[in-house]
């Protein structure tokens, strides 16, 4: 019996399991869904486009709505025109090479006429065409400058922008390098120095975000036109001639270039190439950077040292062109062995040889997202049918430009409805008032009849964009990115169940934790981003190309060896042991990429100038300088420390005093002053600025229109705009009220003090100055912002609510502008910066100071050494060093090859004012950062200044939380931090036992900075 049963079970066994492998093998792990009726999309459409415009007002026009309106009409013809009122190449070259001493040897080549254009400058053409319709224009272009960023113009038809991306028209620097594949102490191979190709260019025109694959079509009327080309960016900009050409893509489809290569062969075994993707000849970004990954089936690869092996970019628009020799004439096929990381979701590519794209499929490539890792991209067709592309026997072009064209689309509809929930969300607002009455029985349809329609609308677009994208998902409606989409319906459905009460539920719209605005933002930010890594193309005929993946056994062995090395390999070690006596030896606080590029510039250029040899270790840890004083195994200098750093150790008599060198001040003359105030001690200069910081206001344009406001010049300003902005449930943004941070620094605390005129110290630096009357009416003052004005005391992340409309407005410096600038492209356009909030003065200036904190230099003494003594020939190799590491020059290659080398989150920014100016941003961002630095200063260094910074925050606290007044405040903290400065100074040697002052103590600011910088500039002072 029991035979049996087994007998009977075992078969039921095998067919349950192969059901079950069956259904999670092969069922479709998606879900699709169909698309809504097009009325019904156009009507959701027009309804949110058209809401909340003022009279006469029209609704914001994208490309894809100026594609959607007018792209079935196409021009004709093609033509060539000159820029208006330009000259010839030779005599631009003559007027202006002394301004422009970058002007590249080839720009006396071009043989059409041209015109410069510095910031805000355009420049027109006059365009006839016997047809209306759309065409595409193709300019000729180079930059005169080193500047490493892309220019950005905007394009106006007779006077005016056809849609919101042609106000952002983009004009690329193309680069390459040496393929010189240095290495590091360790044997790991270093990127080599991108270089500008400073050649003219021709180029047809796109926008930033790259909207569409094809250029940007314009419409033309019949007869004479006007183009305008604005430079919105830098100067340098040069424009050539422009040719129009009729918008006809007449790219052929593989069906049609199939039939035509018909009777061509497949290529042999023997026309297989292997082209490696480190080995481009030029791109267009400087995004597109080198990365080494330890995986054998990537080319090369070392088990022990690192190889350069893969190119990575995140952004569209990159564009990667190589050059190969083709063996034979005939069809190859082509496999991209690469890595597509985005989140369960498509990228794409166009794919062109010798600049033309052979056959529309490749237009846009689709790339699918593999979570296996590596994997080789055959150039086929959905069902996997490989496409064949013939090529001559010869050298050849190949190019991968990242593509977004396919889901543009979508990122419309959801650009809209984040726009409009913006909108909607202070239209309720303006009704309901901030505080909204929780017990009132709202009927907000009487006031907003729209409401349910609006929701509905939503939905209706949110159905339509997860079918346009739902094929590019891994699964489906399922996948990674179209989830942030459930969260946005999710809230949508809340608010429909009860319309009325929509006032109660306003977070869900565009509260800044989760609501409709926050998942848009997510979706658009994870929709425009790509994360590829390219390793190889394969062109081959009747051949098997390489694995996509290393094997497991491999994997497990390069692990083990990788661990073994972490033990035995100096370059896991944290040994920043001296060099020889005659090696200027140099400690950076900074990662490992920053160290190798100063050490590989110092070994190709100062070395070579001087003789001096450096020799630059990371230092993971500042702290460990401490150790270093105190074992007496100090380097030469110590790079990038903290702004407290150095007078902690002058005060310690480690460090040597700078202004003893006969040219500093004169070298001091580069810097701004207020950069050194935390680096004097007792009239003694400690440190020496490398990079610096700026505050300024950033504000959303679009908000502020909306609502009629101007942006604050000085707080009064502030003040009055306060409660338009509160009535709508916004605020002002200080950055005294980063959440989590119970300990507030003197730069938060401060520059309403110093611009009211106090001072923290008395002169004699014995006693705090913050019982003055201008000091506590500054201290007042900053109060007063959130005890009167009720600015938010805790602000988790700013971006996040300034993204989402809760902070429209607000202080930011360096770390929040890049941050806002590369992680909000939704906002593309729609805020601003503006100069810092100042006090104004009796005589009607406006005082703009804050406090910032760079990093700076500092040179060790040699042992023994007396502080006054003269520098040892050490000190005056490394004060050299000093002095080419922070000169203009150097200071901008470094920022431009940093940046260039390892990618825009590689940011310098130079304390040297001239570097400075060089700086790669946007030209009016750029002026305004420049005007800021002026007013740059930082806190006096004191014994005992710990405590008074402590003491200030706990005054504010006490101020913002408890009602204390400012001066009542003062009073009972000033008494500790005069006991503590006393007892400190005593330690220190300046008063003796009996509290009696027997050495002098000198507090100097950024007063006695600037005469000292005068007087050497009157003595000629240094870049």
Known sequence: MKKKVLFISIPIVIIVAAVLVWFFAFRSTGEYIKDVDKAELDKAFNLLANSYLDDGESPEVYYTDFIAAKGDKVGEGEQEVSVSEGVNAQDFYADNSEEFKDIPTSFTEYSGQVKGLGYLDDAEYVVNVDKEGMYYLTLDYISITKGMSDYTASVLIN???????????????????????????????????????DEWDRSPIYNNTYVSTTPLCF??????????????????????????????????????YAAKHSSDKVVSKDAYQLINAIDY??????????????????????????????????????????????????????????????????????????????????????????????????????????????????????????????????YRYALLIEQHVTQFQLAITKITGKDVDRDRAWKMTKYIPEIKDYLEAYQTLITHM???????????????????????????????????????????????????????????????????????????????????????????????????????????????????????????????????????????????????????????????????????????????????????????????????????????????????????????????????????????????????????????????????????????????????????????TTPMLLQNGGKLYEDDGTRTAIDSKEAVAGIQRLGDLFTKYSLPTSVGRFFNSFRYSQLPIGIIGMEDYTLIKNGAPELSGQWAIAPYIGTEQADGSINRTFVANGQGAVMFKEKGQDPKSAPTDKQKDAWEFLKWWTSQEVQTNYAYTLRSTYGKNYFWLSANLEALKDVPMDEGDKQIVLEQ???????????????????????????????????????????????????????????????????????????????????????????
Request: hydrophobic residues 35%; glycine residues 6%; proline residues 3%.
């Open 159 to 197: 006077g005016e922008s056809q849609f919101q991306e042609a106000k952002s028209v983009v004009f690329t620097m193309k680069w390459t390098d040496t393929k010189d594949f240095t290495t590091d102490k360790y044997g790991d191979e270093m990127p080599p120095t991108q270089t500008k190709v």
């Open 219 to 256: 419409y033309l009327n019949k007869g004479e036109n006007v183009v305008t080309i604005k430079n919105e960016s830098s100067a340098g900009l040069v424009l050539g001639s422009m040719t129009i050409s009729a918008a006809k893509d007449n790219t052929p489809s593989y069906k049609d």
């Open 281 to 410: 000849t030029r791109k267009n970004s400087t995004q597109a950077i080198y990365e080494s990954k330890a995986n054998s089936a990537l080319t090369p690869f070392d088990v022990d040292d690192d190889k350069l092996n893969i190119m990575t970019w995140n952004e569209a628009g990159t564009e990667l062109t190589y050059s190969f020799e083709a063996k034979e004439t005939g069809l190859y096929k082509l496999a991209l062995h690469m890595q597509n990381n985005k989140d369960e979701f498509s990228s794409f590519a166009k794919i062109s040889i010798d600049g033309e794209v052979p056959f529309a499929e490749l237009n846009n490539f689709e790339i699918k997202s593999d979570k296996s890792g590596w994997q080789n991209v055959k150039v086929a067709d959905k069902d996997g049918n490989d496409y064949l592309i013939y090529i001559e026997k010869g050298d050849h072009e190949l190019t991968i430009k990242s593509e977004i064209s396919p889901v543009m689309e979508a």
């Open 466 to 748: 997860r079918f346009l994208l739902q094929d590019y998902s891994e699964d489906g409606n399922e996948g990674a990115i179209l989830a942030y989409l459930d969260q946005a319906e999710l809230f949508i459905e809340k608010d429909l169940e009860y319309p009325d009460e929509i006032a109660l539920y306003t977070a869900n719209l565009t509260g800044a934790d989760n609501s409709v605005l926050t998942s848009l933002s997510n979706f658009t930010t994870g929709l425009l981003a790509d994360k590829l890594s390219l390793d190889a193309i394969y062109a081959y005929g009747d051949s098997k190309i390489p694995r996509a993946n290393q094997s497991g056994i491999k994997s497990f062995g390069i692990g083990v060896k990788q661990l073994v090395n972490t033990f035995v390999s100096k370059k896991y070690s944290n040994d920043i042991t001296k060099e020889d006596e005659k090696t200027v030896t140099i400690w950076m606080n900074k990662a490992v990429t920053y160290v190798d590029l100063i050490q590989k510039m110092a070994d190709t250029q100062f070395t070579p100038e001087t003789g001096i040899k450096v020799r630059v270790t990371p230092m993971p840890d500042a702290n460990k300088i401490s150790m270093a004083v105190a074992a007496n195994e100090t380097p030469d200098l110590a790079l990038e420390l903290s702004s407290f750093m150095p007078f902690d150790l002058a005060s310690r008599n480690a460090i040597y005093n700078m202004a003893n060198f006969d040219d500093f001040w004169q070298t001091a003359t580069r810097f701004p002053s207020g950069s050194f105030v935390s680096y004097v001690y007792n009239e003694g200069v400690y440190a020496i600025p490398e990079t610096t910081d700026f505050n300024a206001i950033i504000y959303r344009k679009d908000i502020f229109d909306s609502l009629g406001l101007e942006v604050p010049n000085t707080w009064d300003d502030l003040v009055k705009i306060l409660p338009t902005l509160q009535r709508y449930g916004m605020n002002f943004y200080h950055n005294i009220g980063v959440a989590d941070v119970s300990y507030k620094w003197f730069y938060q």
């Open 933 to 1023: 630095v002026n007013y740059v200063t930082d806190v006096s260094r004191t014994p005992g200044q710990y405590l008074l910074e402590r003491t200030i925050s706990n005054i504010w606290t006490t101020m913002v939380f408890d009602g204390t007044p400012a001066q009542v405040a003062v009073d009972e903290a000033k008494l500790e931090v005069n006991r503590e400065i006393q007892r400190k100074m005593t330690e220190l040697g300046f008063f003796d036992a009996d509290g009696e002052q027997i050495k002098d103590y000198v507090i100097r600011g950024k007063d006695w900075i600037e005469q000292k910088q005068n007087e050497a500039r009157g003595e000629g002072g240094i870049e």
